[in-house]
């Protein structure tokens, strides 16, 4: 209730949406990782007037941040946090020659604020500032913080989910279609239990009896409804267009 009253777009109906389910779905992840992917190979070069830069700090940006891993794989990292979270967060270690590397952070690890005009980063509840974090923002609404297109989406994210469960349970029950037994006369419970049991024994090889008059009525699959069908290709067109 707590993120439903502090995330844009009023309540939710359906599956809770979080970035980790969010990403369980096809077209979420694939226009994730195609824009992180693409934009990481582009080259971020800095330049002191005319002339490439070779200070240190540069290298940081264009090759390597950090002993572990080279820059594409930093800016893939941070590019999916803003894809995802709306902000991402750099965390710049002091060398002798000033910020000599740069570590990505989890956007679920950082809270932001801003008291007297300065803005502290709260970081597994250890206090961190602006010489100590860089901070990318998406869309922002004050500066303060970027809009998670996750949660502010979070409708159609949850629609989306929710039409993933619903084909997972259906062919987890083997793809068959529910049926309605229909009896003329009113049954007592223990007839009633038989007659459930005797068509359940179907699925398991065996023989359904329907007595006096007993009728079996398919209940319409939903997907074989082309609008159930036409619903699920909206729902990847609206994934995909979150992130255009």
């Given at each position: 209730w707590l993120i439903e009253a502090l995330?844009?777009?009023?309540?939710?109906?359906?599956?809770?949406?979080?970035?980790?389910?969010a990403l369980g779905l096809v077209p979420v992840y694939s226009a994730v990782s195609l824009i992180a992917g693409t934009g990481a190979t582009l080259p971020l070069i800095v330049?002191?007037?005319?002339?490439?830069?070779?200070?240190?700090?540069?290298?940081?940006?264009?090759?390597?941040?950090?002993p572990e891993m080279a820059a594409d794989e930093r800016w893939e990292i941070v590019t999916s946090h803003l894809l995802l979270w709306g902000n991402a967060f750099l965390y710049k270690k002091e060398g002798a020659l000033g910020v000599s590397e740069l570590w990505p952070i989890s956007p679920r690890r950082v809270q932001v604020s801003r008291i007297d005009?300065?803005?502290t980063f709260l970081i597994d509840g250890r206090p961190f500032y602006e010489d100590d974090i860089l901070h990318i923002r998406g869309l922002s609404e004050d500066g303060l913080l970027g809009y998670s297109p996750i949660q502010v989406n979070r409708q159609?994210?949850?629609?989306?989910?929710?039409?993933?469960?619903?084909?997972?349970?259906?062919?987890?029950?083997?793809?068959?279609?529910?049926?309605?037994?229909?009896?003329?006369?009113?049954?007592?419970?223990?007839?009633?239990?038989?007659?459930k049991a005797s068509w359940e024994s179907v699925g398991k090889g065996g023989t359904a009896v329907l007595e006096e008059g007993g009728e079996v009525e398919k209940w319409t699959m939903p997907l074989a409804d082309a609008q159930f069908v036409e619903q699920q290709q909206y729902s990847d067109l609206r994934s995909a267009q979150i992130y255009n």
């Open positions: 995330t844009p777009g009023g309540k939710l109906i359906g599956k809770p949406v979080t970035v980790d389910t330049y002191d007037g005319d002339q490439r830069s070779d200070e240190p700090r540069a290298r940081l940006l264009h090759e390597q941040p950090n005009q300065v803005r159609a994210v949850a629609n989306a989910l929710a039409q993933q469960q619903f084909v997972a349970e259906f062919l987890n029950e083997g793809g068959r279609p529910s049926v309605i037994l229909r009896h003329p006369q009113h049954l007592s419970a223990d007839a009633a239990r038989r007659l």
